[in-house]
Structure formats: C-alpha cells, structure tokens
C-alpha cells in the first residue's frame, strides 16, 4: 500500500518521488511510498480555524485545531509545520480555492494545508468543514463537514477526520477509528480493557476472579474471547460487548491457549487434547470443529489474514519455539524465523504481507517483521527491556506491543518500519496483550 499525496515538494530537502499517475478532472496524482523499504515524511500545516474571513475561532474551533494535531503527532510520516514557521501568520483571509494564501506555507516547506471552517460559528453544536490542499498546487486533495460538533464530541471528530486523512493518503483506514483490548492488573488478578490509540477512552471490560490473557475481537465487534486462568482451571473466557455478559467455557485437558478470531466470526485456539496443545477450530458456539494444526509438538498462538487463509503460529516441532506460516487452503507449512533459539507470538498483518512476532536476542526479547514477499525480516524495537505480544493494526502499518522499558508492562506504539517507540496511555497497573478491533 502507498500514501496517495498530490506532488509534494520540499524547499530544504530533496525526497525521491514516483511517476505522475493518470490525471484527474481535478488534480495529477504522485505515489510516496511509506509502505515500503522507507519512511517518507509529509510536512503539513494547519491553518488557524475561522468563522469568517479573518476571524478566528476561538471555542470549539480551537480545541479541534488542539485534538487533530495531538491525534497527527502519532503519525511517524507527518512532521507539523509549527505556526512560528509560517511568515504572515496562520490566520487566513479564506478557507477554500483560491481564497487560501498557501504562499505563506510553501515558504514554511508544507506540503499540505488544512483549513477548518464554521459556518455558523463555533459555540454549542455545530458543523465543521475541514479541508486539505497540496500547497505548492493549490489543488484540493480531501474535503469534508463533521456535523453535530460539541464540546463532548471534540475528541471523535478529530479522530474521524484523521481517519479519513489516512485514507485520503495511504488508502487504508482503522487507526483512529480502532480500539485496543488489552490486559491490565497486576499478580493473579487481571482482567481485560478497552482503550482508543491515542490514549482516550479507557475502561474496564471483564470483573472476573483470576488471570485473563490474549484477548481477541470477533470480526464484528460484538465478541472478546481470551483465555482465563482462576485458582484451579484453564477456560475460554467469552464478553458479549452487547449484553454485558461474560462467561468462562471449560475444555477437556484443561489447557487454552491464545484464543483468536477469524474473519468469518470462529475461533481458532490452543487446546490440550493429547499430551501438547494442538490449535483447533471452534464453531460460533465455541464447540471444536476440527484441528487446524496438529502433530506429535507443541502448537500455538494462531493468527490469520484479512482473508482468513493464511495462519501464523508458534510450535517447537523442530527444537525451541520457531514461528510457521500455514495455507490453509493447501496445508502446506513454512517456517518463517530462520535464527535464534526462540521465535514466538507471531501477528500476520490483515494485508497477507508481514509477520511481526517476538525473537530473543542477547539484548531481551525484542520485535521483529518479517516480510512474506521478500522473505527477508528487520527489527522494529529496540528496548531497553524486553519487547512481546506484537499485534498489527487494522490497516497493517502500526503495531502495537508490551514492553517493560519503563520498569513495568505497558503498551507501546511503532509501526512495520520501527523508529521511536511511544507509549499508549492505560493507567496504573500493568498493561499488556494488545490486540485491535472495532
């Protein structure tokens, strides 16, 4: 996948662009690719909101203009244009077409522009129209108005729009709109959460007596299972975000591992019918369907495609844990960690294309990619401490992981190409297992 960008010119720098695409009616596209061997960057400004030519707003106009830029500042890609840059301030005389003094920004090297009008002005509830534009063209790139704007609602509509700007520029959405679940507590008493990217929204799920672990969503995002540990057993724990209700479903040889969804709404997880855990297929009604993988080792931690026909997991059948990457169409099998002892926890990208997964090193645990196409993979964490329980974004470019770097479990944030690490917020207490959905 490639960010689709209108021609984005540096004046300080020089950065290496692809062919112009076919044009069209309104503009000529160009591809930057940050999907793949490198991490282009996007300089963009922000204009400050108005309600009319000149005049600024000042209420909920001012706290959208706060909510999208903290929202952007996650974006590893986009490096904003600080006002201070920008010779003639960032107060415009208009909001659209020609109307935009996009003069000012190109001198301040930005590539994008984004204006933010309200037409009925910025107190109460009201409606938003933001738009972006290529600044050294002028040409429009994504235009939108976020109605029912309030205090309460800030934060959403920033989150929409930056949504819907990702999609604008990478064609792919689920970063803004996603929501993590993940475990939270501390000894034997743990239960799952929920938690926006940016840190908002955080709340308890599950209040059960013992150990939650690997949470997953269903395609859906009526269901969370996982697996539950109490004083004595081994179950699948069930929350139906619908009812409230959460239910514990026992499995002969009281063993279950890593419960995850698949796109069709069942469940593949570690049961121990034998004398290792196996990965078998449940049905809707968490009844086994049949094995998935099965042999004389150790089987674990499935994950699945967007299409659900290729699974990765961990097993030991060849010595240490090493990860493998099953069609399951054919049944053919291929390892995927070529070195190291221990190689586990593998998340395969909804796209097909990546395994991120968790290999010891001398330096601790640590998070690596591996790339389905090429074949080849890198390292994308880095410590201190050690790094677990990679877990892909909804549009295959974020990872989210644990790591102890801070002295206890938290979650942090990188992408498939690594760089700067930045924690997720969740509260006291530790934090680990993440896992996107809806």
């Given at each position: 996948m490639r960010i689709k960008a209108l021609c984005i010119?540096?004046?300080?720098?020089?950065?290496?662009?692809?062919l112009v695409m076919a044009a069209a009616p309104a503009h000529a596209e160009t591809l930057v690719d940050i999907y793949g061997p490198g991490q282009n960057q996007i300089n963009l400004s922000m204009a400050s909101p108005l309600t009319a030519?000149?005049?600024?707003?000042?209420?909920?106009?001012?706290?959208?203009?706060?909510?999208?830029?903290?929202?952007?500042?996650?974006?590893?890609?986009?490096?904003?244009?600080?006002?201070?840059?920008?010779?003639?301030?960032?107060?415009?005389?208009?909001w659209k077409?020609?109307?935009?003094?996009?003069?000012?920004?190109?001198?301040?090297?930005?590539?994008?522009?984004v204006t933010a009008y309200w037409p009925s002005g910025?107190?109460?509830e009201q409606t938003v129209e933001l738009r972006v534009f290529e600044t050294f063209s002028g040409k429009f790139v994504f235009g939108n108005a976020y109605s029912n704007v309030s205090h309460q609602t800030v934060p959403e509509t920033a989150d929409r729009f930056c949504d819907d700007l990702m999609e604008a520029l990478t064609g792919a959405r689920g970063f803004f709109s996603g929501t993590l679940a993940f475990v939270k507590g501390n000894g034997r008493q743990r239960d799952v959460w929920l938690v926006r990217p940016t840190g908002r929204d955080?709340?308890?799920?599950?209040?059960?007596?013992?150990?939650?672990?690997?949470?997953?969503?269903?395609?859906?995002?009526?269901?969370?299972?996982?697996?539950?540990?109490?004083?004595?057993?081994?179950?699948?724990?069930?929350?139906?975000?619908?009812?409230?209700?959460?239910?514990?479903?026992?499995?002969?040889g009281n063993t279950v591992i890593g419960p995850c969804y698949l796109p069709d709404n069942r469940?593949?997880?570690?049961?121990?019918?034998?004398?290792?855990?196996?990965?078998?297929?449940?049905?809707?009604?968490?009844?086994?369907?049949?094995?998935?993988?099965?042999?004389?080792?150790?089987?674990?931690?499935?994950s699945f495609d967007s299409t659900g026909t290729k699974m990765a997991f961990t097993s030991n059948r060849l010595g240490g844990p090493q990860v493998f990457l099953t069609d399951l169409a054919s049944g053919s099998v291929q390892r995927i960690s070529k070195e190291g002892p221990y190689n586990s926890e593998p998340c395969?990208?909804?796209?097909?294309?990546?395994?991120?997964?968790?290999?010891?090193?001398?330096s601790g645990f640590r998070i690596f990619v591996y790339d389905t196409m090429t074949g080849q993979d890198r390292q994308v964490s880095f410590g201190p401490g050690s790094d677990e329980q990679p877990a892909f974004a909804p549009d295959s470019y974020f990872v989210a992981f644990t790591s102890t770097r801070s002295g206890k479990q938290q979650i942090?944030?990188?992408?498939?190409?690594?760089?700067?690490?930045?924690?997720?917020?969740t509260g006291g207490g530790n934090a680990s297992f993440p896992r996107w959905g809806k």
């Open positions: 010119h540096h004046i300080c720098a020089v950065i290496a662009m692809l030519p000149g005049q600024q707003a000042r209420s909920l106009g001012s706290e959208l203009h706060t909510a999208i830029n903290t929202d952007l500042n996650l974006l590893p890609f986009m490096r904003l244009t600080p006002d201070s840059a920008v010779l003639g301030g960032t107060v415009l005389q208009g077409g020609d109307t935009v003094d996009f003069k000012r920004f190109q001198i301040a090297g930005a590539d994008l522009l910025d107190s109460g955080l709340r308890q799920l599950t209040h059960m007596a013992g150990s939650a672990m690997s949470p997953s969503w269903s395609p859906d995002g009526r269901y969370i299972v996982f697996t539950h540990i109490d004083n004595s057993t081994h179950a699948l724990g069930v929350y139906d975000r619908t009812t409230g209700k959460q239910t514990r479903v026992p499995f002969r469940v593949a997880v570690s049961l121990s019918t034998g004398h290792y855990p196996d990965i078998f297929l449940l049905n809707r009604q968490f009844k086994i369907e049949r094995p998935l993988e099965q042999s004389s080792a150790i089987n674990v931690s499935p395969i990208s909804p796209d097909g294309t990546l395994i991120a997964y968790t290999k010891g090193t001398g942090y944030l990188t992408t498939r190409h690594g760089g700067e690490a930045k924690l997720l917020p």
